[in-house]
């Protein structure tokens, strides 16, 4: 068992950046297998060049964010969707 | 420049040659894990390495074969994207070299592929002519799974992503063809001397 | 910069230590103030960054122990051995000193007395933290939602936060406390002497079938241990919120 991994809640800041809302909370589907839960409860590895966010369930990698400082980079391709609340 | 907090210095080494260390790096005693996913253990009797892809004819080593294979040690510095450097690391492992004479290709490419589904792209002559390694040994001590074992890709001269952990094989390609990481902001060469950390640089 | 607007919603602001407490030999919690502080609720955390002379930045993220409301933001922080930033934040910073700071992070991990099950809190080392501000929440609003409270320590000595978690249990209002003390104990100590693990859970939390919320915190070891037992008592996965350290405690 990986010693170093978080939940998605702990790159809650991070996740700030890139999206308007809050998305701990926001409803995640893993495209691999079909689960579905809160983007706060996914495993998160952040002990790298990036941040990778995989499926508790299968382990398939959902979403990805990179930063140079100046960009970020964000692969969501492993999510069948995202459900986020609606503002207004 | 952000705010500076009083008194705050990190934990880095300051007693190393300047000229060791490449711009924007910073030496540690420490040799942190870095990881995108939970750690495999592919038990060895199930273990194979592979050189696929571009290649006249695909070839295959079990554990005991590549074991079987000249090995050699060496001693180098390491540098991670992520601003470390950690210098005089010691390896045992077998020369890349030694794996691609086994096969006949006109690829100018390498995809390393791995356990958990890493992936990382090099131009074929970063790691031939003695410059990178399958290492399975680190400080004497056979390379531990945090650190990528039973063996990983091993390329001193760039950054260490480039270095795959739990590497099972290279696939010779005729176009460079992006990794896990290359795909995500993380430059195609990864030159740590020409700070080739993200595209565009 | 601290005080310019980044991308999304964000700001680093610009924390000062208004008084620091030792909690335990290993832990100290920071009284903050943050000029442009929008408050926060129970079970939140904030990101921080330090920035040495030389422009070197490191990152940490850490939770608030203060509850929402209070007019003042707590960080409890335990130093890790080795550690690059929370030896800094235990040892040396000192009242005056200043950091930058955003947040509040994370509503997936929160506490708001929502109608439902009773609640359990699980609690490894200085995981104790975010519990503790929805615990001071919990008390300021006098709810009186049933909260169990199952807290790992080494030792007598390094549980955080002691005396308060006394008092709060003592008030009566629902609130109850284990303790294990997993490396020494008193003696004559009758609570708990061992890692947690799925026949102490059995005893100690919510039976499943009164639709519990868990929240668990701690080192990532303690947390999969904790959250794979609650698991198997039969605990809803939507209802066991997790918040794992990492390999160190945070």
């Known amino acids: 068992m990986d010693e170093l991994m978080l939940d998605g809640n702990a790159v809650g800041g991070l996740l700030l950046e890139v999206f308007a809302e809050d998305v701990t909370r926001a409803g995640s589907c893993c495209d691999a297998c079909g689960a579905t839960g809160q983007v706060g409860a996914l495993r998160v590895h952040s002990n790298a060049p990036g941040v990778v966010f995989r499926c508790p369930r299968c382990d398939a990698v959902l979403l990805r964010l990179a930063s140079d400082g100046k960009r970020v980079w964000l692969d969501l391709r492993g999510l069948r969707h995202l459900e986020l609340p609606r503002a207004g | 420049m952000s705010f500076v907090s ?30 995108a996913g939970p750690t495999p253990h592919t038990p060895l009797s199930d273990w194979t390495f592979e050189i696929t892809g571009e290649v006249a004819e695909p070839r295959r080593w079990t554990w005991e074969e590549f074991r079987a294979l000249p090995s050699e040690e060496l001693t180098t510095d390491i540098h991670c994207v992520t601003t470390w450097s950690k210098l005089d690391t010691v390896w045992e492992g077998v020369s890349v070299d030694t794996l691609l004479a086994e096969v006949e290709t006109d690829a100018e490419y390498v995809t390393a592929f791995c356990d958990g589904g890493y992936t990382t792209n090099l131009p074929i002559e970063d790691v031939t002519d003695g410059k990178a390694w399958v290492a399975f040994a680190y400080d004497g001590e056979p390379l531990d799974p945090e650190h990528g074992g039973p063996v990983r890709l091993l390329v001193p001269h760039l950054y260490f992503w480039k270095s795959a952990k739990w590497v099972r094989g290279l696939r010779l390609t005729a176009d ?14 990864g030159d740590p001397w020409q700070e080739q950390r ?3 640089d | 910069m601290a005080g310019a607007a980044v991308l999304g919603r964000l700001t680093w602001l610009v924390a000062e230590a208004v008084d620091v407490l030792t909690e335990t030999p290993r832990t100290r919690t920071l009284v903050l103030d943050v000029p442009g502080w929008t408050g926060h609720r129970a079970g939140q955390h904030v990101d921080i960054r330090l920035t040495a002379e030389d422009g070197y930045q490191a990152q940490r993220s850490y939770s608030i122990a203060s509850a929402p409301g209070d007019g003042r933001l ?7 051995e080795d550690g690059e930033v929370s030896p800094y934040l235990v040892d040396d910073l000192l009242p005056g000193d200043r950091f930058e700071l955003r947040g509040p992070i994370g509503g997936y991990f929160v506490w708001e007395d929502e109608p439902g099950g009773p609640v359990l809190l699980l609690a490894g080392g200085s995981g104790i933290a975010p519990l503790m501000s929805m615990l001071r929440h919990r008390a ?32 009566g209002a629902g609130f109850e406390i284990s303790l294990t003390l997993t490396r020494a104990q008193p003696p004559g100590w009758e609570g708990y002497e061992r890692r947690i693990d799925d026949e102490l859970l059995a005893e100690v939390a919510w039976p499943a079938t009164e ?40």
Request: aromatic share 10%.
């Open chain 3, 140 to 171: 300021a609003t006098a709810s009186e939602v049933p909260t169990r409270l199952l807290y790992s320590s080494r030792a007598l000595g390094d549980v955080i936060y002691r005396e308060e978690l006394d008092r709060l249990a003592a008030d």
């Open chain 2, 176 to 189: 460079d063809e992006p990794g896990f990481w290359e795909t995500l902001g993380y430059h195609m060469r």
């Open chain 2, 198 to 200: 993200y595209w565009g």
């Open chain 3, 74 to 80: 707590d960080l409890t922080v335990e130093r890790i």
């Open chain 2, 6 to 35: 009083r008194g705050f210095k990190g934990r880095r080494r300051d007693d190393v040659p300047p000229e060791r260390i490449p711009p924007g790096q910073h030496a540690t005693r420490d040799f942190p894990v870095l990881s």
């Open chain 3, 211 to 250: 639709r519990p919320l868990a929240f668990v915190c701690g080192p990532t070891t303690f947390v999969e241990v904790a959250a794979s037992a609650l698991s198997r008592l039969g605990y809803e996965p939507a209802r066991i919120k997790t918040e794992r350290f990492g390999p160190t405690g945070g």
